[in-house]
């Protein structure tokens, strides 16, 4: 597709953090574009990660002020949003004023929104814009090739697959609002299991179908805070994060079961768990697919590479060896391209491919609104303590006890009698 392109796509990133720099990165394995403009609410932010982009080569990027004058500047063509949750609407609403008739596209990072009615809310205002919703897992080798394999050879010659498992943990997030429910819209639920659901659904879509051909039919959801309102590791929390767990946490693990119906009436099952009190070499992920003749299983922890290093070895802690990395000694396992691993440069690649062709992505703002409300449904059946049948109803003004910064660590424990 893209050699025979000869238009080079300029993008221009909002948020200059770990996720906005993750993505820079990813472009080095892209030929049609180009990183002009990276943007942030602090300025000395975005110029750094201006010169990441220059330093690698991935574009001449420039820092900007406010995103209007991003967008407006010569050669931006397209955005990419990776600010943080809570000002998702406001940086939407900024960039689909100022890029009218201009932009080839929109990208935003997962989750699509905080709940329902903001994730509608955002569709509602890239109405006309060319979307992408940016869930690198769906473009993971590990998931892409995997699902290809599968569904060439196994549920070609003996019938589809019938359950997908996908887990992401690690042992917490790197900056105060994802901390805070309010700010990010729940805890690991809403942060990391949009990328498990959506990878465990994208697994069981027959690849000829659209996502259309599978209906979920129930869901079912716990959430529990298991470490950190103990008062010790609230206590370093509150130290590390500013936020207080013993009064006003979020979850730091969810599970969800999630059944789907597919066109022959076939029963489908997503089973999906998610953790922020996962305590090994670092992020992990982790998928199973079941057929009936045929399993797939892959984590991105079991890779061919590890190093060890003595007690005599010490040093400086880092994320250098693997995200959310929590030791520098012992074996441990390398992830050695971890944008083209996670599935960044999949991802970026396509979206760069479709913006440029004028062609809809594989996943867009709708697929983001899909899976906010699966999630929601998931706080909805936790808060419950029921499975719940989908439709579910008053998904659209749902907001988690999380977020209304109702839920205690105790309420794991309430159920039906
Ligand atoms: N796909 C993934 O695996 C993945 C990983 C991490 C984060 N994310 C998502 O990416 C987004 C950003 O996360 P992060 O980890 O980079 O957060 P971060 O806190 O590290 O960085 C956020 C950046 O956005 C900037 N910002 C804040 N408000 C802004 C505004 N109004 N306008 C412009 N810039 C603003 C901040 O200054 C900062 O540079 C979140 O939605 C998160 O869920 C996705």
Redesign the pocket.
């Known amino acids: 597709m893209q050699g025979s392109m000869s238009k080079r796509l300029g993008i221009g990133i909002?948020?200059?953090?770990?996720?906005?720099?993750?993505h820079i990165k990813s472009f080095l394995s892209i030929r049609h574009a180009d990183v002009l403009g990276v943007?942030?609410?602090?300025r000395d932010?975005?110029e750094k990660?201006a010169a990441v982009a220059r330093d690698l080569g991935v574009g001449e990027a420039k820092a900007y002020g406010s995103?209007t004058e991003m967008v407006q500047a010569p050669g931006i063509d397209a955005v990419w949003?990776?600010?943080?949750?809570h000002?998702?609407i406001?940086?939407i609403e900024?960039i689909v004023q100022s890029g009218k008739g201009k932009l080839l596209g929109i990208a935003c990072?997962?989750?699509l929104a905080r709940n329902v009615a903001e994730a509608l809310k955002v569709v509602e205002l890239a109405k006309g814009f060319n979307t992408g919703y940016?869930?690198?897992?769906v473009y993971a080798p590990m998931v892409e090739r995997g699902k290809d394999i599968l569904w060439r050879r196994g549920a070609r010659a003996v019938g589809r697959p019938y359950l997908a498992r996908a887990a992401e943990e690690h042992g917490g997030?790197?900056?105060p609002?994802?901390w805070r429910g309010k700010d990010?819209g729940g805890g690991v639920l809403n942060?990391m299991m949009c990328?498990s659901i959506e990878a465990a659904r994208f697994l069981l879509t027959d690849p000829a179908k659209p996502r259309s051909s599978l209906t979920p039919r129930t869901v079912n959801a716990d959430i529990a805070t298991l470490k950190w309102s103990r008062p010790e590791y609230a206590k370093k929390l509150k130290a590390m994060m500013g936020v207080d767990y013993l009064k006003k946490p979020s979850e730091d693990f969810a599970r969800a079961t999630v059944s789907w119906e597919d066109e022959s009436g076939n029963p489908l099952i997503t089973e999906v768990t998610t953790s922020w009190s996962f305590v090994g070499p670092g992020a992990r992920l982790s998928l199973e697919v079941m057929g009936p003749e045929y399993y797939l299983q892959g984590t991105s922890l079991n890779n061919h590479l590890n190093v060890f290093f003595s007690r005599e070895v010490s040093g400086k802690t880092g994320e250098d060896i693997v995200e959310k990395q929590t030791a520098e000694q012992g074996l441990m396992p390398v992830v050695t391209d971890e944008p083209g691993e996670?599935g960044?440069t999949g991802e970026n690649r396509h979206m760069v491919d479709c913006f440029l062709a004028k062609r809809k992505p594989t996943e867009t703002f709708e697929d983001g609104l899909e899976v906010t409300r699966l999630l929601m449904a998931c706080y909805l059946s936790a808060e419950r303590g029921e499975r719940l049948s989908w439709p579910v109803k008053g998904l659209d003004t749902y907001v988690p006890p999380v977020a209304r910064e109702e839920y205690t660590a105790r309420d794991v424990f309430k159920g039906k009698k």
């Open positions: 909002v948020g200059a953090g770990f996720n906005g720099t993750f943007c942030s609410r602090t932010k975005a990660a995103i949003v990776c600010s943080p949750n000002v998702r406001e940086v900024e990072e997962k989750p940016l869930e690198n897992q997030p790197h900056e609002w994802f990010g942060d990328h996670y960044y």
